[in-house]
């Protein structure tokens, strides 16, 4: 009977063993799955991640190449008396594209106007181009485009024209001699060129 006993026994010890060594390998198979798919999902979201970055960067160097290809630069500022109060009431600002990849539109362009006494904005004329006619008071215009000899949209600054913007000042914010002022053009694009100057003494 002891015999049996024993023996009885050790097939359950036996049996056992064997039952908790096929639970662990399949433990073992659930935890390796789980893994895989876990790393799986982990690569998605990082290659997703990357693609993304990869397409902003791109569009943050394309937005770059576009605005610094576009930019307009000031070459002269010239000044034209107002015959009636003797003090400066238009201003020249001659501009031109040294390197345009797309040209510049001059209908989105900006233009503010700063002295110690205040500061305003300066609206577009309408038409903003008119054939050598000065814009309002207030107001700026197109006075020259050479871009229009070859027969291109007189609102469009190309690479290796220039265009004279007219600035025609407020009344009561005209310049005398040793007066500073301010302009601030903001670019199709949005680059800001500040224009700081001290007006002369005309003959």
Request: hydrophobic share 35%; charged share 20%.
């Given at each position: ?114 002295t110690p006494k205040g500061y305003c904005t300066i609206e577009q004329d309408s038409p ?8 309002a008071a207030g107001k700026w215009n197109i006075y020259k485009n050479t871009g229009t ?8 600054l190309y690479n290796g024209d220039y265009v004279i913007v007219l600035v025609h000042l ?34």
């Amino acid at each position: 009977m002891r015999r049996r006993t024993q023996k009885t026994k050790n097939r359950k010890i036996c049996r056992e063993s064997r039952s908790s060594e096929g639970f662990t390998g399949l433990e073992a198979a659930i935890v390796l799955l789980s893994f895989i798919v876990v790393t799986a999902v982990f690569s998605y979201v990082i290659l997703g991640s990357g693609f993304h970055t990869v397409q902003k960067s791109q569009a943050v160097i394309y937005s770059a190449l576009e605005q610094s290809s576009s930019s307009m630069l000031v070459d002269e500022v010239m000044y034209i008396r107002n015959s009636t109060s003797g003090n400066i009431g238009m201003i020249r600002i001659y501009m031109r594209s040294p390197h345009s990849l797309v040209p510049g539109d001059l209908s989105k362009m900006t233009m503010s106007y700063a002295t110690p006494k205040g500061y305003c904005t300066i609206e577009q004329d309408s038409p903003l181009y008119d054939n050598g006619n000065p814009p309002a008071a207030g107001k700026w215009n197109i006075y020259k485009n050479t871009g229009t000899d070859s027969g291109t949209d007189p609102t469009l600054l190309y690479n290796g024209d220039y265009v004279i913007v007219l600035v025609h000042l407020p009344v009561d914010r005209e310049l005398k001699p040793g007066d500073e002022y301010w302009i601030e053009v903001v670019q199709p694009l949005g680059l800001s060129m500040l224009i700081s100057k001290t007006a002369p003494s005309l003959p």
